[in-house]
């Protein structure tokens, strides 16, 4: 009788790569999905749930993210103080010309687990406007998405 065991990635076997994603003309979910696949490492064969077994992501570009559909307008993004009438509503066109990296942070960040493992994962998510990014040592490799 053989006896299978369960494989569990340790701190020291993990290799994170540098990825640079160009997020101009992609969707946003498309986007996002992608980015937090590779985040949580569920690309990699060493995959464990409860381990951080992801990749950096660079995502330039972010104010070039597009939207499917008259969502541009229409999907509302609200804010709730706390107090009475508190309750504040922004339409992404707005959010997309004052905060572009905000945008996709938070959309990734709907995608990871709801604990410290997945604040730890945001972590490695570097959104920048423009074309431009201050991550060059690290040599990261350019990730091609689909949908561009």
Do not use: C
Request: hydrophobic share 35%; no cysteine.
């Amino acid at each position: 009788m053989s006896i299978q065991k369960t494989f569990v990635a340790k701190e020291h076997e993990i290799e994170r790569t540098w990825y640079l994603i160009d997020a101009q003309n992609l969707v946003l979910g498309r986007l996002a999905s992608e980015v937090a696949r590779r985040l949580r490492g569920k690309h990699k064969a060493i995959f464990t749930p409860h381990a951080d077994t992801g990749d950096f992501i660079i995502v330039v570009n972010a104010e070039k993210v597009q939207l499917t559909g008259r969502k541009l307008d229409q999907k509302k993004y609200f804010h709730y103080s706390g107090f009475m009438g508190g309750m504040k509503e922004t339409v992404f066109r707005k959010r997309l010309a004052q905060k572009p990296e905000e945008l996709i942070r938070q959309a990734v960040r709907g995608m990871l687990p709801k604990n410290s493992l997945g604040r730890r994962q945001i972590k490695k998510l570097k959104i920048y406007s423009g074309g431009e990014h201050p991550h060059q040592a690290q040599q990261p490799e350019k990730l091609a998405l689909l949908g561009a």
